[in-house]
Nanobody, 127 residues
Framework: QVQLVQSGGGSVQAGGSLRLSCAASGHTYFQDCISWFRQVPGKERDGVAAIYTGAGTTYYADSVKGRFTISLDNAKNTVYLQMDSLKPEDSAMYYC????????????????????WGQGTQVTVSS
C-alpha cells in the first residue's frame, strides 16, 4: 500500500497560479497511473489530469487544457499539478490518486478505479 501526501493549494485571485504536490511514501513511482481529481460539495469527484509515470504520457480534462500541467519529478518521487490562469470555477477540493503498475488509458478520470488517495487540499479562486 502506498501513502500519498499532498501539499500546496490555498487561495488565489482569478488569473493566478498554484501548484499542488503529491508525494508517495512507501512506493517509488514506476509505471503507475497518477490522477488528480477535484470535488465540490454535492457533486461527484471529477478527473482533472493524469500522468502515466512509465512513459510520461499525460491526460487532461477539456476544462483545464492549456492551463494546467501535470508532471513527475523522479528524484523527489513527486507528481505536481501546476495550475495557471485559475478561474473561480476551479475552486474545489483537489485529490491525487494512484493506480499502481497500471496504465492510465481512457479510465484515468474514473475515481472508482483508484484505491490509493491523498488527503485532499482546498483550492479557492476568487473573482
Amino acid at each position: 500500500q502506498v501513502q500519498l501526501v499532498q501539499s500546496g493549494g490555498g487561495s488565489v485571485q482569478a488569473g493566478g497560479s498554484l501548484r499542488l504536490s503529491c508525494a508517495a511514501s512507501g512506493h517509488t513511482y514506476f509505471q503507475d497511473c497518477i490522477s488528480w481529481f477535484r470535488q465540490v460539495p454535492g457533486k461527484e469527484r471529477d478527473g482533472v489530469a493524469a500522468i502515466y509515470t512509465g512513459a510520461g504520457t499525460t491526460y487532461y480534462a477539456d476544462s483545464v487544457k492549456g492551463r494546467f500541467t501535470i508532471s513527475l519529478d523522479n528524484a523527489k518521487n513527486t507528481v505536481y499539478l501546476q495550475m495557471d490562469s485559475l478561474k473561480p470555477e476551479d475552486s474545489a477540493m483537489y485529490y491525487c490518486a494512484a493506480d499502481l503498475r497500471l496504465r492510465c488509458a481512457s479510465s484515468w478520470g474514473r475515481s472508482s478505479r483508484f484505491e490509493n488517495w491523498g488527503q485532499g487540499t482546498q483550492v479557492t479562486v476568487s473573482s
